[in-house]
């Protein structure tokens, strides 16, 4: 919340959603209430189900969405509003991240691609979800959050703009920090079965008869590749540097 409420943008509005924790989070969320637009602090039906109720009360131009263990950086809102201002076609835009582990220290850099469906539906194509935001009208009419899909509801949102006719633009420029440790759902690989049921379930909703196999997943890799080198080669520097 620190990271958020400390940002120097003037036009923030900032609303909170916790599943009812009870771990502290609701004392914390109440000393900062009154650099709240909303909150609340009770159970829901899952991660997706808590962002539309948030997504309900929102009213600004822009929506982003932050999740318990994730940051942004110093400068995060006003470089995300310089780019929708420079860019009034884009109704998507996605900055770079990195990557940090439980204690907050940084791991790897993290890059966002130039978006592709079809790229995204074969695994070749990533946007740092903390580092994207959307046009709220879009996000709306995208239908919001799928509250079936428990693993990758931010990669289905981003598909469902992409059906809505949204335009993707990409900022050379980290934004968030997104934390991985072995209690996240990223990090512990418990859902990694139910991410691939999830994530096949909607190729086939978007794309009926979509088949996964090593040679498209392979030309999809060498697109990636072609249309945007710098960005493979800078992520491959990164991982090497983890090793």
Not at 194 to 203: G, I, K, S
Request: proline share 4%.
């Amino acid at each position: 919340m620190a990271s958020v409420l400390s940002q120097d943008f003037s036009g923030l509005e900032y609303v909170v959603v916790d599943g009812g924790s009870t771990d502290g989070s609701r004392e914390v969320i109440e000393r900062y209430a009154e650099k709240l637009a909303w909150w609340c602090s009770e159970p829901d039906a899952g991660p997706a189900a808590a962002l539309n109720k948030g997504l309900a009360r929102c009213t600004g131009d822009v929506f982003g969405f932050l999740n318990a263990d994730d940051l942004l950086l110093p400068g995060a809102l006003e470089a995300v509003a310089e780019a929708f201002r420079t860019h009034p076609e884009a109704d998507v835009v996605s900055g770079h991240g990195v990557q940090i582990d439980a204690e907050g220290r940084p791991v790897r850099s993290l890059y966002s691609d130039r978006w592709s469906l079809r790229r995204y539906l074969h695994g070749r194509c990533i946007l740092v979800q903390p580092a994207t935001f959307a046009r709220r009208s879009k996000v709306v009419e995208a239908g919001g959050f799928d509250e079936a899909n428990r693993t990758s509801w931010d990669g289905t949102l981003w598909v469902m703009l992409d059906q809505v006719g949204a335009r993707f633009h990409r900022i050379n420029r980290p934004l968030a920090a997104f934390r991985v440790h072995a209690d996240s759902i990223t990090g512990s690989g418990h859902a990694l079965a139910r991410f691939h049921a999830d994530h096949a379930a909607l190729a086939e909703r978007v794309r009926p008869g979509t088949r996964f196999s090593g040679l498209r997943d392979k030309l999809a890799r060498v697109e990636q590749i072609v249309t945007d080198p710098g960005i493979v080669l800078r992520r491959a520097l990164a991982r090497r540097r983890v090793r």
